[in-house]
């Protein structure tokens, strides 16, 4: 299962939760659209609602007022191919011995199965196949003997793969992020509380201002009382593997993430596509929404330079219709491209294009959209990237594909520029874009793109020492700070 999500945790000083966690939601829908849940708690006890609608759709007014408490968690999901399971919205919700749980995941476990085994082998029961369930399970077990921080602790140890959690365990709400940092979680100031959340949109939302970025490996407990946090560096590893792929694709453009705007990165990458592989045409136009920084910053680089270029906006974009990738069968995929996207013909007509898009996956959109173009009357389509060529799936949370539905596994870009029918195809390279974060590429994932992984995956490569919990004996062990 693979999950890219948004999940946010409130603690608040005298004002109920739930409505700024409702809120923070919108902030969060495009992180996932399947379902959307709060669970919060006012002392004594839990209070869960969980939809499988949109946020707008899941939260009647009367909904909202009952969830009580000052604290709380909500979490929106991201539809993967196929499947619309129930089971697995979240905030997933459970009472145990050790106290109530909630936990709002971001992210994938690459080991979940073994876990999951050892705990069944225990008699542990589950209701659902997801791995956020196991992490529950797991750190319930931990609480019976340990401190809510050793407990964390030890569950750590045994999880591998990327989360970035918010939990609830009784009133108090936690942050948790992965030793490797891979998805992104930040740590806000609300005037009357705390909140953490996947993206930094979520606190402007709020009125809040951004306290920093949650470190890699790091665990923050929110005071119940919303008057603080208190954090724990629980493991510290040598390299982080903080996913590119949130920075040109996934996370708004609004959002600081590991200290960088998004906006500015995607700018930036523009400006350095067009450095690296510029072309004269009259027009340059972006693939509506995901295109349009890297095309601003790239029609500005050749403005600079004294290119004679336009900067534009001659595909509308119809806000209706959902993400194309969704869809199930590739027939469905086309006609959805063209719901999606229509021409303005007389930006087009008689003109030479450069059309800007953050990433090529299976090549559905670029495909349709150069046709359409040239039927439009374009003269030549130029086709820029503002991501490497996507080689490998991802197991991290990003629900890309398989290999052998990404045009890029098996095709060089001179074979993919035929296959769209594209005048020239350029891509960034992977340097441009640890340039434009501000990173060394030892501390990004770029799986996706190099087919070499951050984490011990079955079948896959990996370019660096990872460290993979054996789930069998080491738990005692990390229990000593
Ligand atoms: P393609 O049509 O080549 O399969 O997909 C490329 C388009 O999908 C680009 O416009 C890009 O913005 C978008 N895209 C890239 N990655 C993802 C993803 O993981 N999920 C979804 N829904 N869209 C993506
Ligand atoms: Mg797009």
């Known amino acids: 299962m693979h999950e890219k999500c ?20 919108y902030a969060l829908q495009h992180r996932g659209q399947e379902s959307a849940g709060i669970v919060t708690h006012d002392g004594f006890q839990q209070h869960s609602h969980v939809e499988m609608e949109l ?29 619309v399971d129930s089971c697995c919205a ?17 992210g994938n476990l690459v080991n979940a199965r073994e876990i999951r085994d050892e705990l069944a082998g225990q008699g542990h029961a589950f209701t659902s196949d997801g791995d956020t369930e196991v992490i529950a399970h797991d750190l319930a077990r931990n609480l019976l003997e340990e401190d809510l921080v050793r407990a964390v602790k030890r569950t750590m140890s045994r999880i591998h793969g990327s989360y970035s959690l918010t939990i609830m365990h009784d009133d108090t709400v936690l942050g948790l992020r992965d030793p ?37 490996g790091e665990l923050v407990v929110l005071h119940s009382d919303g008057t603080g946090f208190d954090t724990y560096q629980l493991i510290d590893r040598e390299h982080a593997a903080h996913c590119f792929f949130e920075h040109v694709y996934f996370a708004r453009p609004d959002s600081v993430i590991d200290g960088e705007l998004v906006y500015e990165v995607r700018r930036n990458l523009g400006r350095k596509l067009w450095a690296e592989s510029g072309v004269d045409t009259d027009v340059v136009m972006p693939v509506p929404d995901s295109g349009r920084s890297f095309a601003s910053g790239y029609a500005e680089a050749a403005q600079d330079e ?15 219709v959902g993400r194309t990738f969704i869809m199930p069968t590739q027939d469905e995929r086309e006609r959805a491209v063209r719901l999606k996207l229509n021409p303005i013909k007389s930006t087009v ?11 090529i996956v299976r090549g559905t959109t670029s495909t349709q959209l150069i046709q359409l173009l040239y039927e439009s ?4 389509v130029h086709m820029r990237v503002g991501s490497p060529p996507i080689v490998a799936p991802c197991y991290m949370g990003i629900d890309m594909a398989t290999r052998e539905e990404l045009i890029a596994s098996d095709r060089s870009v001179e074979e993919i520029r035929d296959e769209i029918q594209a005048d020239s195809l350029a891509y960034i390279s992977r340097e441009a874009i640890a340039d434009a974060l501000g990173k060394a590429s030892a501390d990004l994932c770029m799986a996706c793109v190099t087919g070499q992984y951050p984490y011990d995956i079955d079948g896959e490569e990996t370019d660096r020492e ?7 004996g080491e738990a005692s062990a990390a229990a000593d700070d």
């Open 55 to 83: 946020v707008g759709d899941a939260f009647g007014p009367g909904d909202i007022e009952s969830l009580n408490g000052t604290v709380g968690i909500g979490h929106v999901r991201y539809p993967t191919a196929g499947s």
């Open 377 to 380: 009357g374009a003269e030549e």
């Open 466 to 472: 990872v460290d993979r919990p054996t789930i069998a």
């Open 6 to 25: 948004g999940v946010v945790g409130i603690a608040l000083q005298d004002r109920d939760a739930a409505r700024p966690l409702y809120y923070s939601l």
């Open 180 to 216: 490797e940092g891979n998805r992104p979680l930040c740590i806000g100031k609300l005037e009357d509380g705390y909140v953490i959340a996947s993206e930094s949109a979520a606190i402007d939302t709020l009125d809040g201002e951004l306290v920093r970025d949650v470190k890699p």
């Open 349 to 359: 007509a008689g003109k030479t294009v450069t059309l800007i898009d953050d990433s």
């Open 90 to 106: 979240q905030p997933f919700s459970v009472s145990f011995k050790s106290g109530s749980l909630g936990l709002s995941h971001n």
């Open 306 to 320: 004294g290119a004679d270029v336009e900067f534009a906006e001659g595909l509308m974009k119809n806000r209706y």
